[in-house]
């Protein structure tokens, strides 16, 4: 085996966004583009020589050939052992397990998430720590650093691996294992739920769809629900992954999970409705033509966690993201434990985790999880669901509305703007932001504002700080607008606006968000300007 040492230069804006490099298919095809970032993840590394990295990816087209790639720059710099999915496959959260549980320094996993696929789509690579979780701020601040000073990078001169083939191969020094990237998670899931009890549940009749929307959830939900559970076959739904998702957006909500919501909301519905996004740590749930918000399904969870295995001595805490809703905050107090408020990304998430500070993590992004990884898990958070209609043998609405109920609602929602001319976008935050020192005190319709704030965070655990987080305004009634740009996307930029009202009064829960929200929808507008600025006259995405 020859190593080379190729001569390069840096291309600029390789910078990590909310979760990792995401860019367009052409842009990772450039010469040098992707060894670029992999040498230069490694180079702002230490002391992985001689160690294992896992490695595996969502499968959209582009991930076998990034794999080829990395595989060859990880001999040449000395790992010891690579895992990898077999064909190359592995969902973000089974990643987070492998790490775990096979104590690899570190994973890189090829995604770009919830954004399409296919040669003209998006594609990504993010590197995880060795707690299994997305690298920090200070690491990917490293990695970028790197990024922009590179000249050169280390790259064996080895043929392609076979990853079809289970089993052990060697490239120069370093092992590389093609594993099952399946097994291991499942054996977590066994270990967290009551299997039997959600295997009765089926035998009794009870009806699910599951949308794995083409995308790498396809074959763990058909192990786990159809093959482990016995749920009738054709439960899963979608469930061959596809470099291109079948030309959707594998997204899982109510815009993008149609197939899904078109049968949960027809005729004939089944019982229990859930969909995962493109790498499998989103989740959607739904009942018979009724959506949980992300933010209502980290409660739900939160306030029934004793009766799954996994949970049931309690939580330590709950964590959830700024703009995620306070729906979890009235659980944590009833249960008297902590609420952390962190940045939106679940990178916050794990210095909570890792000191044991929180057992349960929400994201109004579709994202919920737990101690068992470092990352999002949309198929644990289905489970965690089927495993409470189990136990509780009540419909989906039903557990919904009796925790409102207890606690009040949050009705909540999210407005995108997606595409929006990144100056525009940018003079829209600042604009508002000026507004801020005379925002407090003063009426829009019935809310009068309590106080407004460019959110920062001090990380309780490592005291790191993180600023310019999202534009936060609170009203004395408790309701909440939130303005955020993304940092996802990858054209243009997209404004998310975060919208919220809190409501105790029963007789008032049976009402749809978007009219229970209608008067803060308004006053977002005349706030920031929105329509102004970014020229939309409507939202391009409502979740
Ligand atoms: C990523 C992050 C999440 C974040 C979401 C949306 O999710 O892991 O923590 O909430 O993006 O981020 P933004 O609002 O900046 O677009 P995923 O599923 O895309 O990896």
């Not at 990816?57 to 710099?77: F, H």
Request: net charge negative; glycine share 10%.
């Amino acid at each position: 085996m020859n190593i080379q040492t190729i001569s390069t230069s840096p291309f600029e804006g390789q910078i990590l966004g909310t979760s990792g490099l995401r860019k367009k298919v052409s842009v990772f095809q450039q010469p040098h583009y992707l060894e670029n970032f992999v040498q230069s993840i490694f180079d702002s590394l230490e002391g992985f020589q001689g160690k294992t990295l896992v490695i595996g990816g969502d499968g959209r087209y582009y991930n076998q050939i990034a794999i080829q790639t990395i595989l060859k720059i990880a001999a040449a710099n000395d790992f010891g052992q690579v895992l990898v999915g077999q064909n190359g496959l592995l969902s973000t959260p089974a990643a987070s397990v492998l790490i775990r549980k096979y104590q690899a320094f570190g994973g890189i996993i090829l995604s770009a998430s919830h954004n399409p696929g296919g040669q003209d789509g998006d594609f990504g690579i993010k590197y995880n720590i060795s707690n299994g979780g997305p690298a920090p701020e200070n690491v990917t601040d490293a990695i970028y650093e790197q990024t922009e000073k590179i000249s050169e990078y280390r790259i064996t001169d080895t043929v392609d691996i076979d990853l079809t083939q289970l089993g052990e191969t060697q490239v120069g020094k370093m092992k590389i294992k093609i594993i099952d990237p399946v097994a291991d998670y499942v054996a977590l899931m066994e270990q967290l739920f009551d299997f039997e009890s959600m295997k009765a549940l089926f035998q009794s009749g009870f009806t699910m769809r599951f949308d794995a929307m083409h995308a790498i959830t396809g074959p763990y939900a058909t192990h786990i629900l159809e093959e482990k559970l016995g749920a009738p076959q054709g439960t899963v739904m979608n469930g061959i992954p596809l470099e291109d998702f079948g030309g959707g957006h594998p997204d899982p909500n109510l815009t993008y999970a149609h197939d899904l919501v078109d049968i949960m909301y027809g005729e004939n519905a089944p019982q229990f409705g859930a969909a995962s996004d493109g790498d499998g740590d989103r989740n959607m749930i739904l009942g018979t033509s009724f959506f949980v918000t992300p933010s209502d399904s980290l409660a739900v969870l939160a306030a029934n966690a004793t009766l799954v295995p996994g949970y049931q001595d309690g939580l330590a805490g709950i964590a959830r993201s700024m703009p995620t809703s306070e729906a979890a905050d009235h659980v944590a107090d009833e249960l008297d434990i902590d609420c952390y408020e962190t940045p939106t990304g679940w990178k916050f998430f794990g210095n909570l985790l890792d000191a044991g500070k929180t057992t349960l993590c929400g994201e109004e992004s579709f994202g919920t999880g737990s101690s068992h990884v470092r990352e999002k898990d949309g198929l644990w958070a289905v489970l965690f669901w089927l495993n409470l209609l189990a136990a509780r043998r009540q419909s989906v609405e039903t557990i919904v509305r009796e925790h409102w109920a207890k606690y009040g609602r949050n009705f909540y929602s999210r407005h995108d703007y997606e595409g929006v001319d990144e100056q525009a976008a940018t003079e829209l935050m600042e604009h508002l932001y000026s507004t801020f020192s005379h925002l407090s005190g003063k009426q829009f319709g019935s809310h009068v504002v309590e106080y407004c704030d460019n959110f920062g965070y001090i990380d309780p655990v490592d005291h790191s700080i993180s600023q310019d987080q999202g534009m936060r305004i609170g009203f004395q009634d408790g309701s909440r607008i939130v303005f955020r740009l993304s940092g996802t996307g990858t054209k243009g930029a997209t404004l998310r606006v975060y919208l919220e009202f809190y409501e105790e009064d029963t007789a008032k829960h049976h009402l749809d968000a978007q009219t229970a929200l209608a008067e803060l929808i308004k006053v977002a507008d005349e706030m920031a300007g929105i329509k102004k600025y970014t020229g939309y006259d409507k939202p391009s995405v409502i979740t």
